[in-house]
Nanobody, 125 residues
Framework: QVQLVESGGGLVQAGGSLRLSCARSGSTASSGAMGWFRQAPGKDREFVATISWSSGSTAYADSVKGRFTISRDNAKNTVYLQMNSLKPEDTAVYYC??????????????????WGQGTQVTVSS
């Protein structure tokens, strides 16, 4: 059974940076992809970024493009989300998730069977 554990959330001022980590256990497969999603109070869970385990190809939501960077360390079985130039509207619970799919299917939370517990990111103005 795949398990995902996020870490690295916290409180930061606008313009600051945070790095989230997502450690995967129960699988060392280099197939499929990992995604980061976020959910603010009263809103739907939304796609943030995704990365393929094998090729390292990435994709981002327009709202974070140029500010966030997703990366992976296959040896450590860990995925990261570097978040720079944070804005108050980035405040949310951030979740990492694992999917067997590639490409545009990785933009949709319903295509992810495995999820972490989430980590809170709060950006103050």
């Amino acid at each position: 059974q795949v398990q995902l554990v996020e870490s690295g959330g916290g409180l930061v001022q606008a313009g600051g940076s945070l790095r989230l980590s997502c450690a995967r256990s129960g699988s060392t497969a280099s197939s499929g992809a990992m995604g980061w999603f976020r959910q603010a109070p009263g809103k739907d869970r939304e796609f943030v970024a995704t990365i393929s385990w094998s090729s390292g190809s990435t994709a981002y939501a327009d709202s974070v493009k140029g500010r966030f960077t997703i990366s992976r360390d296959n040896a450590k079985n860990t995925v990261y989300l570097q978040m720079n130039s944070l804005k108050p509207e980035d405040t949310a619970v951030y979740y990492c998730a694992a999917t067997p799919y590639y490409g545009s299917k990785t933009y949709y939370p319903n295509n992810y069977p495995y999820w972490g517990q989430g980590t809170q990111v709060t950006v103050s103005s």
